[in-house]
C-alpha cells in the first residue's frame, strides 16, 4: 500500500491590483504523513488553505515548495504515472465534479479504460457495476444508465466515491464531502468512506469545518490557521484537550448537546475575525495574535511546535517551557 509523505509545502499565488504585484502564501510549510489504514483530518475555518493543500496533493496545483512523495510497501518512491492511480480526490460539490451531459457508466468507465483496470466493452460494464455496488447504489444497472441529474445529491457524492476508487485508489483525499449534502445523509456517506478504508487499507485525509466529524471520523488531526499548522495530535487529545487557543475558539464555537457545556461559547473571549495574511514570505509572528486573548509580545516572533502531550504539538508561546502556564517573556525565555 501507497504512503503519503508531505514535508514542508509552501504554496504562493500571484496578486495583481492594476500596475502594483504581490504574492499571497496561501500555504506556509505544511507537514504530514499519511498512511495506509489511517485518517487524518485537516480543519480549520474558510481560507486557511486547507483545500490548497488538497490540490497540490492530488496535482490540481503545483507548490512553490516543499516536497510530495508517495511510496509502496517496498520503500521505493512511487512512479508519477502510478501515482495519479494511486492519489485521488473526493470533490465537496458531487454535481459539479461530474458532467451532466454523461451517465454514471461513463463516469467510472473512463477511469477504468485510462487506467488499465478494465478491457473490452463488458468487462468495463461488469466493473463499473461492481464500483457501484460497493458504493451501495443498487440496482447497479439501473443506475449506471442515469446521469448525474437523476440522483439525489448523496447518490452523486457516492458516484464521486466509486470514481476515485476506479483508478485503483491507494489515498484518499476527501475535501468536505459531506458539506454539501443533506444532515440525513452525511452519516450515511462518512460510515461509507470508513468501511472503504478498512477493505483496501486506504490512507485518507479528510477535510472538514466540522470538529465533530473530524473527531469521530479519523485518527489524526491537523488544525490550519492562515496556511500554517497551529495544532496537530490524536483526534480525541485536539478535540477534548485542545491547547491552541485558535483550536479552543474552534472548539467553543461548534454545538455540544451536553447541557453543562451550553455556556461554553458564551464564557469565551470574544475575537473579531482578522483580515487574511500578508504577502509572501509569510507573517514573522504568530499569525493568530491579532486574534488571540492570551498575546503576549514574544507572539511578535513564530513560534515552535512545543509538546504539550503524547504525540500532540501546539504551535504556541503559551507552551514554552514546557507547559501552559509558562509565559514566555519578549525573548522567548519560559518566565
Known amino acids: 500500500?501507497?504512503?503519503?509523505?508531505?514535508?514542508?509545502?509552501?504554496?504562493?499565488?500571484?496578486?495583481?491590483?492594476?500596475?502594483r504585484h504581490s504574492r499571497f502564501r496561501a500555504v506556509d510549510n505544511v507537514s504530514f504523513t499519511l498512511t495506509p489504514g489511517r485518517t487524518v483530518a485537516?480543519?480549520?475555518?474558510?481560507?486557511?488553505?486547507?483545500?490548497?493543500?488538497?490540490?497540490?496533493?492530488?496535482?490540481?496545483?503545483?507548490?512553490?515548495?516543499?516536497?510530495?512523495?508517495?511510496t509502496g510497501?517496498?520503500?521505493?518512491?512511487?512512479?508519477?504515472?502510478?501515482?495519479?492511480?494511486?492519489?485521488?480526490m473526493v470533490f465537496q460539490?458531487?454535481?459539479?465534479?461530474?458532467?451532466?451531459?454523461?451517465?454514471?457508466?461513463?463516469?467510472?468507465?473512463?477511469?477504468?479504460?485510462?487506467?488499465?483496470?478494465?478491457?473490452?466493452?463488458?468487462?468495463?460494464?461488469?466493473?463499473?457495476?461492481?464500483?457501484?455496488?460497493r458504493v451501495n447504489l443498487t440496482p447497479a444497472a439501473d443506475i449506471?444508465?442515469?446521469?448525474?441529474?437523476?440522483?439525489?445529491g448523496g447518490q452523486r457524492q457516492r458516484v464521486a466515491i466509486a470514481r476515485a476508487l476506479a483508478p485503483g485508489a491507494q489515498v484518499v483525499i476527501a475535501d468536505e464531502p459531506v458539506s454539501m449534502l443533506d444532515v440525513s445523509i452525511r452519516l450515511g456517506v462518512l460510515n461509507l468512506l470508513a468501511r472503504l478504508q478498512r477493505e483496501d487499507d486506504l490512507a485518507v485525509l479528510y477535510i472538514t469545518h466540522d470538529l465533530a466529524t473530524a473527531r469521530h471520523f479519523s485518527?489524526?488531526?491537523?488544525?490550519?490557521?492562515?496556511?500554517r499548522v497551529v495544532e496537530r495530535g490524536p483526534a480525541d487529545e485536539v478535540i477534548l484537550n485542545p491547547q491552541h487557543p485558535y483550536t479552543r475558539l474552534l472548539a467553543a464555537a461548534a454545538p455540544n448537546p451536553d447541557a453543562g457545556d451550553r455556556g461554553r461559547l458564551a464564557r469565551e473571549p470574544r475575537v473579531e475575525p482578522a483580515g487574511?495574511?500578508?504577502?509572501?514570505?509569510?507573517?514573522?509572528?504568530?499569525?493568530?495574535?491579532?486574534?488571540?486573548?492570551?498575546?503576549?509580545?514574544a507572539c511578535s516572533r513564530l513560534p515552535e511546535d512545543f509538546e504539550v502531550g503524547y504525540d500532540h504539538y501546539a504551535k504556541c508561546w503559551l507552551h514554552a517551557g514546557g507547559g501552559p502556564g509558562k509565559q514566555p517573556d519578549a525573548e522567548g525565555a519560559a518566565a
Open 144 to 152: 449506471a444508465r442515469r446521469r448525474p441529474h437523476e440522483l439525489s
Open 1 to 19: 500500500m501507497t504512503t503519503l509523505d508531505v514535508r514542508d509545502l509552501v504554496k504562493d499565488f500571484s496578486i495583481r491590483s492594476g500596475l
Open 276 to 297: 487574511a495574511s500578508g504577502l509572501a514570505g509569510g507573517d514573522p509572528g504568530c499569525t493568530f495574535r491579532d486574534r488571540c486573548p492570551s498575546a503576549t509580545d
Open 219 to 227: 485518527d489524526d488531526i491537523l488544525v490550519m490557521y492562515r496556511g
Open 73 to 88: 510497501p517496498d520503500g521505493r518512491q512511487v512512479a508519477d504515472r502510478a501515482y495519479r492511480d494511486h492519489v485521488q
Open 93 to 133: 460539490d458531487p454535481f459539479a465534479s461530474l458532467n451532466p451531459f454523461h451517465t454514471v457508466e461513463h463516469h467510472l468507465a473512463r477511469p477504468l479504460l485510462l487506467h488499465g483496470r478494465a478491457r473490452g466493452r463488458q468487462e468495463v460494464r461488469r466493473a463499473v457495476e461492481q464500483l457501484l455496488e
Open 42 to 70: 485537516l480543519v480549520g475555518e474558510s481560507g486557511s488553505g486547507k483545500s490548497t493543500v488538497a490540490k497540490m496533493i492530488a496535482r490540481l496545483e503545483k507548490p512553490t515548495a516543499g516536497r510530495i512523495t508517495a
